[in-house]
């Protein structure tokens, strides 16, 4: 038990803690590893247990913070049993960031306190999580606070994991003030929960998020992978059975060009008005949804570019498009938003707006019904197309639709007043390329 606070300082070099123990350690007060405003080099501190390490008391507080000019200091927490880290969190921020590791051989990792690797004039920190790394013994990571490893320039690096079991995290942020957005990495053998969102955008180019679970959760927040004046970033979201989107926002818009956008999953709920947009000031982006078996989707996507929209592909083995949904295709030329079935029937209501060239095409494996608000404007034209498989319905008689929609599918199965139908037009082949 590390009762008194143990202070290590240097003008040239930052000091150095180190503790070691063969049970538990429990630090119920203050470790800070201060450094003089030049130094060469930042301060450490490395606490390793063959049992589980504890900040456990409410002033408790790990700090390897660099002053002045010098960099943020390395701070390790490794345990054999577990990692819980409360009080007053730890900070590893400096002229440029530091590095955080929390590490679990058995067991879990809890924070319930900031994590701090922030660069105030440069880049920001390392991050790096883990729990159960021992496949006998799985844990799970809880983080309760924020991570940050913002950067005045470019945006840190945060890795979460636990292999074989859950991680849940309130908040991330890994931005790029003046340069480039960082990187995030959050990968579980089970579920995967983030509450409150993660942000890696940037100035200039948006950073990228890469999340993986067997089950994905988002009950509500944002993911951001923003571009303020360059490219939008890429968001990575794959879950081994389901994945839920509730009032949540994925975002990798670009002041120049849309980012990329790939979720994919057995099944796929994105729910509540929740958002997929890639959209760009100049060119859209790209957005793909892929599912094995269905997709729910009542929110709104959005890949419009003024000089030039973007491409979303969402397939499944059966698809529903619903009430609450806004898909808008814009951009000349060559904007375009198809929505396949690969099994099944595919439905489609909501409201679909294919402008300035822009193109929504709606392809069944079997049925389509489509009871939606379908507008394509005319000048410059955009195009609305919808088909049914071979032998199946292809029903449109409860849709708002254009003049003129381009339909295909068996005449006897159409179900739809004459004058909405104009005829088979042929669309640019386009599919999406993310495997499951």
């Excluded at 529903?320 to 099994?343: H, K, L, N, Q």
Aim: aromatic share 2%; glycine share 20%; hydrophobic share 40%.
């Amino acid at each position: 038990m590390v009762r008194r606070g143990i202070t290590a300082s240097g003008l040239r070099a930052g000091g150095s803690i180190a503790l070691r123990a063969t049970g538990d350690v429990d630090i119920g007060a203050r470790l800070v590893a201060k450094s003089g405003n030049e130094a060469l080099s930042p301060g450490t501190i490395t606490v390793e247990a063959e049992g589980a390490v504890r900040v456990v008391s409410p002033l408790g507080r790990i700090s390897a913070k660099g002053r002045g000019m010098t960099a943020g200091g390395e701070v390790a927490l490794r345990g054999g049993a577990g990692v819980d880290v409360g009080g007053r969190g730890i900070d590893a921020s400096g002229a440029s960031g530091g590095s955080i590791e929390l590490s679990s051989l058995s067991g879990g990792v809890s924070v319930a306190a900031g994590l701090d690797a922030r660069g105030r004039d440069g880049q920001g920190g390392v991050i790096a999580i883990s729990a159960g790394t021992d496949p006998l013994s799985p844990g799970d990571v809880s983080i309760k606070e924020a991570v940050s490893a913002t950067g005045a320039s470019d945006g840190g690096v945060v890795t979460i994991s636990a292999p074989d079991g859950n991680v849940s995290v309130r908040n991330i942020r890994a931005d790029g003030r003046g340069g480039v957005g960082g990187t995030v990495t959050v990968t579980a053998g089970a579920a995967v929960v983030i509450e409150r969102g993660v942000r890696v955008s940037g100035f200039g180019e948006g950073g990228s998020i890469a999340v993986s679970g067997e089950s994905v959760v988002f009950p509500h927040g944002k993911l951001s992978v923003k571009g303020q004046e360059g490219a939008g970033g890429t968001v990575s979201v794959i879950a081994g059975s389901s994945l839920a989107l509730t009032s949540h926002t994925i975002e990798a818009e670009g002041g120049l060009l849309g980012g990329y956008i790939a979720v994919a999953a057995p099944s796929i709920q994105i729910a509540d008005s929740s958002e997929l947009e890639a959209s760009g000031r100049e060119f859209g982006g790209t957005v793909e949804v892929v599912a094995a078996s269905d997709i729910t989707y009542d929110g709104d996507l959005d890949i419009s570019g003024r000089q030039a929209g973007g491409f979303a592909f969402i397939v499944g083995g059966t698809v529903r498009v619903g009430p609450r949904a806004r898909f808008v295709a814009e951009g000349d030329p060559g904007s375009e938003v198809r929505v396949t079935t690969t099994a099944g029937d595919l439905t489609l209501n909501g409201r679909f707006n294919a402008r300035s060239g822009g193109i929504i095409e709606g392809q069944a494996f079997c049925n389509l019904t489509a009871t939606g608000d379908f507008r394509a404007a005319p000048s410059p034209p955009g195009c609305i197309g919808l088909s049914a498989g071979p032998g199946w319905i292809l029903d449109i008689t409860g849709a708002s639709l254009p003049a003129r929609v381009a339909e295909a599918g068996p005449a006897a199965n159409h179900q739809a007043p004459p004058a909405a139908l104009n005829g088979v037009h042929d669309l640019p082949s386009h599919g999406p390329n993310l495997p499951l």
